[in-house]
Nanobody
Framework: HVQLVESGGGSVEAGGSLRLSCVSS????????MGWFRQVPGKEREWVAT??????QYADSMKGRITISQDNAKNTLYLQMASLKPEDTARYYC???????????????????WGQGTQVTVS
């Protein structure tokens, strides 16, 4: 069972930056598909980015403003966000899923393990 803990959220002004972190305290994240998703109350969870062994994918809504990365030695996943907009306000979740070949899933149901989320508020 993979345990994931996010941190780094907070309140920022529009145009600001944040770096989210997600630490796995159990299994190594290096072999999994790792993803960031976000959710606003009343809406479905939205895919943001995925990474596996350096191969990255980004949602169009945030492409160019975010970078997903991982430090396998620290078993930590990151999401660097810049030029934040009020519409980026959401709870951000990291997730881990088994790699099934090819690109990682961008659907939430393709991921088996989730953190508790960290709130990002942009005003």
């Amino acid at each position: 069972h993979v345990q994931l803990v996010e941190s780094g959220g907070g309140s920022v002004e529009a145009g600001g930056s944040l770096r989210l972190s997600c630490v796995s305290s159990t299994y190594s994240i290096s072999t999994y598909c790792m993803g960031w998703f976000r959710q606003v109350p009343g809406k479905e969870r939205e895919w943001v980015a995925t990474i596996r062994r350096g191969a990255t994918q980004y949602a169009d809504s945030m492409k160019g403003r975010i970078t997903i990365s991982q430090d396998n030695a620290k078993n930590t996943l990151y999401l660097q966000m810049a030029s934040l907009k009020p519409e980026d306000t959401a709870r951000y979740y990291c997730a881990a899923g088994s790699w099934r070949g090819g690109l990682c899933f961008i659907q939430a149901n393709g991921y088996d393990y989730w953190g508790q989320g960290t709130q990002v508020t942009v005003s």
